[in-house]
């Protein structure tokens, strides 16, 4: 890191040919898209050039693996975000649903909105783990992986959540 911190450029072309197919497929398993893993690890390169002066990395390795892993989850917020978005502006969106008639529209957006609801009742990780799971659809090893916990605290997390979607969503019924 040392040369590259001293504009050696063949240090960064070095860097960039060991860990650069390695660090793609690592994204990949993440955000499930080889080409934006490409383009993501690309960026990381780019920012680690202009950024050169300012860092103090004791293993390249360590700090390559864990940069590409904040990426992919940084990628995962923003696309999640602007499904929730998308979804937010379905109601000013002018064309025709033609799958669904305006009475099965009106019950599928309250349905939406009803599950929503529940799930924002749950405890914060319960939310967290369970939105990754079934929104996301991330495994149990990738969000283990982005929380920083374990398999075995994900999968209790999950149970957890969907016993108390189940509960809460049956005390919504008795109402």
Same mark, same amino acid.
């Given at each position: 890191?040392?040369?590259?911190?001293?504009?050696?450029?063949?240090?960064?072309?070095?860097?960039?040919?060991?860990?650069?197919?390695?660090?793609?497929?690592?994204?990949?398993?993440?955000?499930?898209?080889?080409?934006?893993?490409?383009?993501? *690890?690309?960026? $990381?390169?780019?920012? +680690?050039?202009?950024?050169?002066? @300012?860092?103090?990395?004791? !293993?390249?390795?360590?700090? /390559?693996?864990?940069?590409?892993?904040?990426?992919?989850?940084?990628?995962?917020?923003?696309?999640?975000?602007?499904?929730?978005?998308?979804?937010?502006?379905?109601?000013?969106?002018?064309?025709?649903?033609?799958?669904?008639?305006?009475?099965?529209?009106?019950?599928?957006?309250?349905?939406?909105?009803? *599950?929503?609801? $529940?799930?924002?009742? +749950?405890?914060?990780?319960?939310? @967290?783990?369970?939105?990754? !799971?079934?929104?996301?659809? /991330?495994?149990?090893?990738?969000?283990?992986?982005?929380?920083?916990?374990?398999?075995?605290?994900?999968?209790?997390?999950?149970?957890?959540?969907?016993?108390?979607?189940?509960?809460?969503?049956?005390?919504?019924?008795?109402?």
């Amino acid at each position: 890191m040392s040369l590259v911190a001293n504009q050696d450029s063949l240090a960064l072309e070095t860097l960039f040919k060991r860990y650069y197919p390695a660090l793609c497929r690592f994204t990949s398993i993440y955000i499930k898209d080889y080409n934006k893993a490409e383009e993501l *690890i690309a960026d $990381l390169f780019m920012k +680690l050039w202009d950024k050169k002066d @300012e860092l103090q990395i004791r !293993s390249i390795k360590k700090y /390559l693996f864990a940069a590409a892993k904040n990426l992919a989850f940084n990628e995962i917020q923003r696309v999640k975000l602007h499904i929730l978005s998308i979804t937010d502006r379905e109601d000013t969106l002018d064309y025709p649903d033609t799958y669904l008639n305006p009475q099965e529209q009106l019950t599928s957006r309250e349905s939406y909105s009803e *599950i929503m609801g $529940l799930i924002n009742l +749950l405890p914060e990780r319960q939310r @967290e783990v369970l939105l990754m !799971s079934r929104i996301d659809l /991330l495994e149990k090893n990738m969000i283990a992986d982005l929380l920083g916990i374990s398999v075995r605290t994900v999968e209790t997390l999950l149970y957890q959540a969907l016993k108390n979607f189940r509960s809460l969503k049956t005390d919504r019924l008795e109402i």
